[in-house]
């Protein structure tokens, strides 16, 4: 059993930032490209950004582009989202993933591609 540990989220005002957290075993995230997906009420789970192993290549949604960051810290085993300028329509619950299995440095936009998941943060931005 593989536990990725989410932190972070919470209630903020439009126009304000959080930055989520997420922890994941060393033996784990050494090998893993790490991503972020977030789900609100009634959609299914959309991409929000992706980050290879080691750090040097970076996606993002549209949605997200320009406001959101991506990083990994590799000797905590940790991978950020700071996330800024937030909007009402950011309201979601936020999970984060690695890609063990991935043999290349292009990180995917596929949940499919992720094999651990953490159990998911929620981000609530009030208008």
């Known amino acids: 059993q593989v536990e990725l540990v989410e932190s972070g989220g919470g209630l903020m005002q439009a126009g304000g930032s959080l930055r989520l957290s997420c922890k994941a075993p060393g033996r784990v995230f050494s090998r893993s490209a790490m991503g972020w997906f977030r789900q609100a009420p009634g959609k299914e789970r959309e991409f929000v950004s992706t980050i290879s192993r080691s750090g040097s290549v970076t996606y993002y949604a549209d949605s997200v582009k320009g406001r959101f960051t991506i990083s990994r810290d590799n000797a905590r085993n940790t991978v950020y989202l700071q996330m800024n300028t937030l909007k009402p329509e950011d309201t979601a619950v936020y999970y984060c993933?690695?890609?063990?299995?991935?043999?290349?440095?292009?990180?995917?936009?596929?949940?499919?591609?992720?094999?651990?998941w953490g159990q998911g943060t929620q981000v609530t931005v009030s208008s």
């Open positions: 993933a690695s890609d063990s299995q991935i043999l290349t440095a292009d990180p995917s936009r596929d949940p499919a591609s992720y094999d651990y």
